[in-house]
């Protein structure tokens, strides 16, 4: 079975069916924990070789579900759109929700395409304040 693949409409059904998805992998904890893996101690038993290498195998397998994000996404790459009944707050935590999750599992991703995707995907009565924003700070 293939993970769902987000195509840039209904992000919340698309969270519940990837969090499913996930948990019927038994891949959710590696999504939902920020469990370290502790590298092998000197002489490791047979135990602690074979934990380290199932956790770092679902981290890897939810890593690549994950993926999923980006492939299916609208022409334009965008992950998510502000709603017009969202705040710029309420936006902004959402989008860096979504990254921190990605973080946890190892991917790169800077701040400045964070901001990125947030100039790019608020409504359009925000054109003046992004035009402003971009002229006089360095974005």
Known sequence: MAPPVFDGDNYQMWVIRMETYLEALDLWEAVEEDYEIQS???NPTVAQIKSQKEKKMKRSKAKAC??????????????????ESESVKEYSDRLLSIANKVRLLGSMLKD????????????ERFE???TTLENTKDL
Request: charged share 25%; net charge positive; proline share 6%.
């Open 112 to 123: 400045s395409r964070i901001v990125e995707k947030l100039l790019v995907t608020v409504p």
């Open 128 to 130: 003046a304040t992004i």
């Open 66 to 83: 994950l993926c999923c994000i980006s492939y299916g996404v609208h022409k334009d790459n965008v992950l998510e759109r502000m709603k």
């Open 40 to 42: 092998l101690p000197e």
